[in-house]
């Protein structure tokens, strides 16, 4: 079955959800024919290239929302870091040091519900000098409009980063401050403005199989450019703070359904990348992955630049 449904992808072709769900039963030495499936898919659609990008967490805690995963949560009482918008030199600074690391993205992120109009015109700055460094750049700033967003377009955003998180029948059970419906307004608008989309979830907090796969055809129909895959890391003092983590070859396994499911579409592994995979963190290519966030997370730690290009290069590919 995964053979053949390698072949009619390869040949342009496209699954159903059913056989996504039949693929997700997979399990033993039938995983690593699966992973082999996903990696001739990488290479066939996006060849050899390995998208980067790094983040800085420019406002962070004291955020209203109330999502179960998140350290910054107004339900959480995790001791994470908490300020206002950063100044603009700050976040150049961080900016200048990804791109000396070779890095192609850098991504502004701000807690809460979404920023305000002053903030918006900082933001827009900032987006001004990171573009002149000669970074792609990318931001996270919660519920905006169309106009919010054309304003950030015509001062040089060239991606909005807006995660739907989880299937619409799942994203009830996890933040109920805001509505899926919410999340497809945002994106929608975003899309409008003429912006690349960056789309995807957090893995590990409880949802199906079916959720899973729910959201990964949500994203193919709207039609998105990149797929961040988050895993969760249980922080104490969040709701899922008990959580165990993934399993690391389940963890791959999301990634090898999300390449079958979006051929063409950056699959970047995200947050948790290291506490989830750790010593099968070299085989997110393998599994189908073509893109990273690399360096450190909003409130826990990434992995370091360095490490992360010794991997592309050890695999043989080179950053796009």
Known sequence: MINSLRERILNGGSITKDEALKISEVQGAEMFDLFAAASKIRHKFRSDSVDLCAIVNAKSGLCPEDCSYCAQ?????????????????LVIEKAKGAKAAGVKRFCIVTSGRRIGKNELIEIALMVKDIRHIGLLPCATLGLLNKDDLSFLK?????????????SERFFPEMCRTHTY?????TIEAAKTAGLSICSGGVFGIGETWEDRLDMAFAVRDLDVNSVPIN???PVEGTLLGNKDLLSPLEALKIISLYRFILPQKEIRVCGGRMQVLGEFNSMVFMA???????GNYLTTTGRSYEDDFRLIRDYGLRTG
């Open 73 to 89: 949560s107004s339900k959480s009482k995790t001791g994470a870091a908490v300020y206002p918008l950063i100044k603009k030199e």
């Open 154 to 166: 015509d001062n040089g955003l060239e991606r909005y980063h807006h995660n739907l998180e989880t």
């Open 181 to 185: 419906y919410d999340k497809l307004k």
């Open 231 to 233: 895993y969760l890391i």
């Open 288 to 294: 189908g992955a073509d893109s990273l966030l690399t």
